[in-house]
């Protein structure tokens, strides 16, 4: 059906172009989502040269001469540390890796934010839930938006959650460019390979049609899909 209404077929989007419709790839092991740890960090825990040590939270980056030579981090013992003699990775995420920075007295950074729209009955700090009938949805996706969060501290506590300012929809191209995904959303719907199957469209609806009602639903639905990316500087 995006085929259909227009876009370009694409059956690798880690090739040269990410443009197009297909199927997605997945890091997927034995019917299920493979992790950094399952897929990498398992098979090697065997290794001489490789130390995992657990309830440790990484309170500090230690800075000598302008250089980082160390980790100082927390366990149930109290304050430990640990130096380096190569490079120290920071691989906190895109909320801890920040925060650990800045509770390091390095630079601030800024974070590129995902915006997602899902077709669902409601969601709540408990999860989301889907309507109690058959049917599917299209969530245009905005990577590359002007706008930028910001991760800040709220406290100099190193187990206090960090500030996350989204700043979502915050510039006109940033707006435009998702209410044309909900435009071509709707095209796609509309396609044959589709269209026989649909009985009605739920969200936001076939009476929302105005550029200010679709921004609209757009502000009150939008939600991240969780992959922000861009808090660290390599």
């Given amino acids: 059906a995006a085929v259909q209404a227009g876009a370009p077929r694409n059956s690798d989007f880690n090739g040269p172009t990410q443009e197009g419709a297909g199927y997605y790839q997945t890091t997927v092991g034995g019917g299920r989502r493979w992790s950094t740890a399952t897929a990498y960090l398992k098979p090697a825990r065997g290794r001489k040269n490789l130390v995992v040590t657990p309830e440790a939270h990484a309170t500090r980056i230690l800075v000598e001469d302008g250089r980082a030579v160390g980790v100082e981090y927390r366990t149930p013992k109290g304050l430990e540390t640990a130096r380096c003699r190569g490079e120290i990775v920071v691989s906190g995420g895109v909320?801890?890796?920040?925060?650990?920075?800045?509770?390091?007295?390095?630079?601030?950074?800024?974070?590129?934010?995902?915006?997602?729209?899902?077709?669902?009955?409601?969601?709540?700090?408990?999860?989301i839930y889907p309507h109690i009938w058959p049917g599917f949805s299209i969530s245009p996706v905005h990577l590359r938006p002007e706008g930028r969060?910001?991760?800040?501290?709220?406290?100099?506590?190193?187990?206090?959650?960090?500030?996350?300012?989204?700043?979502?929809?915050?510039t006109a191209y940033d707006v435009e460019a998702m209410l044309y995904g909900l435009r071509f959303a709707r095209k796609i719907a509309a396609q044959p390979a589709l269209k026989h199957i649909i009985a009605e469209e739920v969200q936001p609806g076939p009476a929302v049609t105005s550029d200010q009602a679709l921004i609209e639903d757009l502000r009150n639905r939008g939600v991240s899909n969780l992959h922000p990316v861009g808090t660290c500087r390599m």
């Fill in 149 to 170: 969060g910001r991760v800040s501290l709220k406290s100099t506590d190193p187990l206090a959650a960090p500030k996350i300012e989204f700043r979502f929809l915050e």
């Fill in 95 to 127: 909320y801890g890796s920040p925060q650990l920075l800045l509770l390091s007295g390095i630079d601030r950074p800024d974070l590129q934010m995902n915006i997602f729209l899902w077709s669902i009955e409601k969601r709540d700090s408990s999860g």
